[in-house]
């Protein structure tokens, strides 16, 4: 998941896995993620409790706790979705898997289904963190910050590579 060589190709976008406040990754309460040490992305504070999928591909791993996935594209671009900050201490309480490892599944189709109001019952904080681990050599554009956003609306387009 985490391969650092440099990808090259055409990327389409990557979509708001959930509906709610979308927010850059540099503003995330996380300095892992805030830092872009990950990788650069979004996040976004949820309003609803099924995160989906913010592209198509392979569901290339799978937290047994259910709070991160990953997807690898068919042009090898590889995102990291992780939901909530400090949500693996719950050990997969109040997350339901919806899909397996290795499945193959489109954008937009639901993953990971949390209990929400639960969770931040209990202080977590649920901001959904979409980033992309893989190196590209193309530049994109991120749309949609500091705004509400639904499900499914394009957040991060890639300029066109070579």
């Known amino acids: 998941m985490f391969n650092f060589i440099k990808k090259k190709g055409n990327f389409d976008s990557v979509l708001a896995p959930v509906s709610g406040t979308c927010i850059d990754i540099s503003d995330v309460n996380d300095g892992v993620f805030s830092q872009k040490i990950l990788g ?11 995160i989906c999928a913010p592209c198509s591909g392979e569901l290339s791993m799978m937290f047994v706790t259910g709070h991160a996935f990953g997807i690898k594209t068919k042009s090898g671009l590889e995102i990291l979705v992780h939901i909530g900050i400090d949500t693996i201490n719950l050990k997969g309480g109040g997350f339901k898997i919806l899909k397996n490892k290795n499945s193959q599944i489109d954008a937009g189709e639901p993953i990971i289904e949390i209990k929400r109001e639960e969770m931040a019952d209990k202080g977590y904080d649920l901001v ?20 509400h956003v639904s499900k499914g609306e394009h957040i991060i387009q890639f300029e066109k590579g070579n």
């Open 128 to 147: 959904t963190i979409v980033i992309i681990t893989s190196q590209i050599d193309v530049g994109f554009v991120k749309y949609n910050l500091n705004q």
């Open 40 to 50: 650069d992305g979004f996040a976004i504070k949820p309003d609803s409790n099924i």
